[in-house]
């Protein structure tokens, strides 16, 4: 008797593979259809939880299968390709499930992290606010300390599965006062249905359509103090921070994902389609564009790999993090452009995929902070590393 | 219970465009992306679907292939089958149905099964002869196009598919049971499941360990010999019925034509 023993690589492998042949049967067949109907796909989330999905990055030790995040991009690349939205779902599960094992205590990551893995209670991220987005350090929601309490009061925008999730990483400020802001922030664990936490609307959307955008409100939600990220108070901008990185390695993981369907319709389509006596796959004019689409994708993707090869050896990567998702957001948005400029008129139709795959490319530009924050952020790294 | 559900690798029906060789006239399986048979995929999950419905049962995978089947059997194990048995040994190349089911029944000989679920054909092949060789080599008898499958005491109670309907057929146990096709939905390995199918135990045998004269298999014991192979015959155009009023009928009848009402 012997075992089939194998690298964990080929176990890696196996699993995108599986991943992928998932997505093939059983999201693309749908997608266009939930898509268009805005509807949450209630049953796909069910297949996806049985699948794993939802543990796959949570340590073992808590329930999960303990994937690297080399590995998760993959998974996330699959999801996209088959349906962006899908991938929105898990990326803020899988933010919240990472704070709490990056920055919980050990009695949070033993409450909270099986729940996760289950995928039965996902997780949603509350940072921004109608009037902080870009700029984090201006929220105003309060946590204010009550006895063995907190009372958490204020509103949170912009809330990726807002309604679906089980459990909300919120920032707040716990301390007003201090200078600069950034120092008087914490992040709280609250659970979806405590009393004064409200959905009080969600947002009709351009693209990205069946998962939730919420505002939250917030009216005097009683939360124990051991619901505190980490147990002290003052480090949630941190730790918000470092869950962004996570993010923003996942965002560009949905753009190359997009963009690869994206380029894969294309390149199908125009060897399908003829214009003056040839497939227009034959015309120079179209081969520019489908290798400029195919070498811009894996350019992407090589820098993905990277900043997620930098997170999973436990560094600071929030410079390949940014380059990554900066290149490969702005990338999705032309090649996707491009994509559909390919397919002519039908592009521009709801008969065709192309046209989701467009509309869905923008968020990208905005989602887990903007191109120009990006710029912002490896720009303040660059004079960093290069200080004469 | 032991459920054991033959099982092979095969082109993967959904990327290869299948080529025979003009010289060996038989399928070319080299240099293309191999897979588990989809249709066995959907075999090993009423196979499991059973296991769990009777309790304290193991389903077991067996099949005869080169080496690199233990891709397809690791795939079976990742879909939640309990063991792989595989047989691969040089002299079992260009083995016929025959020098299969006498290879597979040598392995369930061993075993002592009280099920064996195939798939009715395979997606390369499509003789559908093994699962009755299997079946003559054990002197079981064998239920054959099954869409529901149950156990009451030592009785496999099956629903056959039928051109109009099923019929329910039942026999005494230990039997082979075909699938039929599409009866059963593919269960997704979970990722779970793919990670643990290493820990799972997998035997791999050669002819020797079951005690098979190599001139009964393979090339050499082959009895099916393709005589010719020639190309399909081009679709002839559809017929297109004009409506004068009798359309209905006219389609009627073209579908009763081939057994379609
Ligand atoms: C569909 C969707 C889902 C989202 N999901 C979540 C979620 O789950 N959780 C969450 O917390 N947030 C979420 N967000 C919020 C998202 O992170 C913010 O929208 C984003 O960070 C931009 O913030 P803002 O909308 O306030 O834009 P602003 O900050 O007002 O920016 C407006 C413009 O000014 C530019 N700008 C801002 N500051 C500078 C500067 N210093 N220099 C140069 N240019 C600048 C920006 O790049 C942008 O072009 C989501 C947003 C969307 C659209």
Same mark, same amino acid.
């Given at each position: 008797?012997?075992? /089939?023993?194998?690298?964990?690589?080929?176990?890696?492998?196996?699993?995108?593979?599986?991943?992928?042949?998932?997505?093939?049967?059983?999201?693309?067949?749908?997608?266009?259809?939930?898509?268009?109907?805005?509807?949450?796909?209630?049953?796909?989330?069910?297949?996806?939880?049985?699948?794993?999905?939802?543990?796959?990055?949570?340590?073992?030790?808590?329930?999960?299968?303990?994937?690297?995040?080399?590995?998760?991009?993959?998974?996330?690349?699959?999801?996209?390709?088959?349906?962006?939205?899908?991938?929105?779902?898990?990326?803020?599960?899988?933010?919240?499930?990472?704070?709490?094992?990056?920055?919980?205590?050990?009695?949070?990551?033993?409450?909270?992290?099986?729940?996760?893995?289950?995928?039965?209670?996902?997780?949603?991220?509350?940072?921004?606010?109608?009037?902080?987005?870009?700029?984090?350090?201006?929220?105003?929601?309060?946590?204010?300390?009550?006895?063995?309490?907190?009372?958490?009061?204020?509103?949170?925008?912009?809330?990726?599965?807002?309604?679906?999730?089980?459990?909300?990483?919120?920032?707040?400020?716990?301390?007003?006062?201090?200078?600069?802001?950034?120092?008087?922030?914490?992040?709280?664990?609250?659970?979806?249905?405590?009393?004064?936490?409200?959905?009080?609307?969600?947002?009709?959307?351009?693209?990205?359509?069946?998962?939730?955008?919420?505002?939250?409100?917030?009216?005097?939600?009683?939360?124990?103090?051991?619901?505190?990220?980490?147990?002290?108070?003052?480090?949630?901008?941190?730790?918000?921070?470092?869950?962004?990185?996570?993010?923003?390695?996942?965002?560009?993981?949905?753009?190359?994902?997009?963009?690869?369907?994206?380029?894969?319709?294309?390149?199908?389509?125009?060897?399908?389609?003829?214009?003056?006596?040839?497939?227009?796959?034959?015309?120079?004019?179209?081969?520019?564009?489908?290798?400029?689409?195919?070498?811009?994708?894996?350019?992407?993707?090589?820098?993905?790999?990277?900043?997620?090869?930098?997170?999973?050896?436990?560094?600071?990567?929030?410079?390949?993090?940014?380059?990554?998702?900066?290149?490969?957001?702005?990338?999705?948005?032309?090649?996707?452009?491009?994509? /559909?400029?390919?397919?002519?008129?039908?592009?521009?139709?709801?008969?065709?995929?192309?046209?989701?795959?467009?509309?869905?490319?923008?968020?990208?530009?905005?989602?887990?902070?903007?191109?120009?924050?990006?710029?912002?952020?490896?720009?303040?790294? /660059? /004079?960093?590393?290069?200080?004469? | 219970?032991?459920?054991?559900?033959?099982?092979?690798?095969?082109?993967?029906?959904?990327?290869?465009?299948?080529?025979?060789?003009?010289?060996?006239?038989?399928?070319?399986?080299?240099?293309?992306?191999?897979?588990?048979?989809?249709?066995?995929?959907?075999?090993?999950?009423?196979?499991?679907?059973?296991?769990?419905?009777?309790?304290?049962?193991?389903?077991?995978?067996?099949?005869?292939?080169?080496?690199?089947?233990?891709?397809?059997?690791?795939?079976?194990?990742?879909?939640?089958?309990?063991?792989?048995?595989?047989?691969?040994?040089?002299?079992?190349?260009?083995?016929?149905?025959?020098?299969?089911?006498?290879?597979?029944?040598?392995?369930?000989?061993?075993?002592?099964?009280?099920?064996?679920?195939?798939?009715?054909?395979?997606?390369?092949?499509?003789?559908?002869?093994?699962?009755?060789?299997?079946?003559?080599?054990?002197?079981?008898?064998?239920?054959?196009?099954?869409?529901?499958?149950?156990?009451?005491?030592?009785?496999?109670?099956?629903?056959?598919?039928?051109?109009?309907?099923?019929?329910?057929?039942?026999?005494?146990?230990?039997?082979?049971?075909?699938?039929?096709?599409?009866?059963?939905?593919?269960?997704?390995?979970?990722?779970?499941?793919?990670?643990?199918?290493?820990?799972?135990?997998?035997?791999?045998?050669?002819?020797?360990?079951?005690?098979?004269?190599?001139?009964?298999?393979?090339?050499?014991?082959?009895?099916?010999?393709?005589?010719?192979?020639?190309?399909?015959?081009?679709?002839?155009?559809?017929?297109?019925?004009?409506?004068?009023?009798?359309?209905?009928?006219?389609?009627?009848?073209?579908?009763?034509?081939?057994?379609?009402?």
């Amino acid at each position: 008797m012997e075992n /089939l023993e194998t690298p964990f690589d080929a176990d890696k492998q196996l699993i995108i593979a599986e991943v992928r042949r998932f997505v093939d049967r059983e999201v693309i067949p749908v997608a266009h259809q939930l898509e268009h109907d805005d509807n949450y796909p209630i049953e796909l989330i069910e297949k996806l939880k049985q699948l794993g999905i939802f543990s796959a990055t949570i340590p073992e030790a808590y329930g999960g299968l303990g994937f690297d995040f080399t590995t998760y991009v993959q998974v996330v690349e699959e999801l996209s390709r088959g349906w962006m939205s899908l991938a929105g779902i898990v990326n803020t599960h899988v933010l919240v499930a990472y704070m709490i094992a990056a920055q919980g205590t050990e009695e949070q990551r033993q409450r909270f992290l099986p729940l996760l893995a289950e995928g039965d209670k996902r997780g949603g991220l509350c940072i921004s606010e109608a009037n902080a987005g870009s700029d984090v350090q201006a929220i105003t929601m309060t946590a204010v300390r009550d006895g063995e309490d907190y009372i958490i009061n204020g509103a949170k925008l912009w809330v990726t599965n807002g309604v679906h999730a089980g459990i909300f990483a919120v920032l707040v400020r716990t301390d007003p006062n201090a200078q600069p802001a950034h120092r008087g922030m914490s992040v709280f664990l609250v659970e979806k249905g405590t009393p004064g936490l409200t959905v009080s609307r969600t947002f009709e959307k351009l693209g990205y359509k069946g998962v939730e955008t919420a505002e939250l409100v917030f009216d005097a939600v009683r939360v124990p103090a051991v619901q505190l990220l980490g147990g002290s108070e003052g480090a949630g901008f941190k730790h918000a921070m470092s869950g962004l990185e996570v993010g923003r390695i996942n965002v560009a993981a949905r753009a190359v994902g997009l963009a690869q369907a994206a380029f894969n319709d294309a390149i199908r389509y125009a060897q399908q389609r003829a214009t003056f006596g040839k497939p227009i796959a034959q015309h120079q004019a179209i081969q520019l564009k489908l290798a400029d689409m195919a070498t811009k994708i894996e350019a992407a993707r090589l820098l993905l790999q990277k900043a997620a090869r930098k997170k999973d050896r436990g560094e600071r990567c929030d410079l390949e993090a940014g380059m990554a998702k900066l290149f490969a957001s702005e990338m999705c948005q032309e090649v996707t452009l491009d994509a /559909l400029r390919i397919h002519g008129g039908f592009g521009y139709t709801k008969e065709f995929n192309v046209e989701r795959y467009y509309r869905d490319a923008p968020f990208m530009l905005v989602g887990e902070g903007t191109s120009e924050i990006q710029r912002l952020v490896i720009a303040r790294q /660059l /004079l960093e590393q290069y200080k004469i | 219970m032991k459920i054991y559900v033959c099982v092979k690798q095969i082109p993967d029906p959904n990327t290869v465009v299948s080529k025979l060789d003009p010289n060996t006239k038989r399928l070319v399986r080299s240099g293309v992306s191999l897979v588990l048979d989809p249709g066995d995929e959907s075999t090993i999950s009423a196979a499991i679907k059973l296991r769990d419905t009777v309790g304290n049962s193991e389903v077991v995978a067996v099949s005869m292939g080169p080496a690199s089947a233990q891709e397809a059997m690791r795939r079976a194990l990742a879909m939640g089958v309990d063991r792989a048995i595989l047989v691969t040994d040089p002299a079992l190349a260009g083995s016929d149905a025959l020098g299969t089911a006498r290879v597979l029944a040598a392995i369930l000989q061993k075993e002592s099964p009280d099920l064996v679920f195939c798939s009715t054909e395979s997606t390369d092949g499509y003789t559908g002869m093994v699962p009755g060789g299997i079946a003559e080599f054990l002197n079981l008898p064998q239920l054959t196009f099954a869409r529901e499958i149950n156990v009451e005491g030592a009785k496999a109670i099956i629903k056959r598919v039928t051109l109009t309907g099923y019929q329910t057929v039942e026999c005494p146990l230990p039997a082979v049971v075909t699938i039929a096709s599409g009866s059963f939905e593919a269960i997704y390995p979970t990722m779970k499941g793919i990670m643990s199918a290493k820990k799972k135990p997998f035997t791999q045998l050669t002819l020797a360990d079951l005690a098979i004269d190599p001139s009964q298999v393979g090339e050499a014991g082959a009895r099916e010999h393709v005589a010719t192979i020639g190309k399909a015959e081009a679709r002839a155009a559809g017929q297109i019925i004009k409506d004068d009023g009798n359309s209905a009928q006219a389609i009627a009848d073209f579908l009763q034509r081939y057994q379609l009402l």
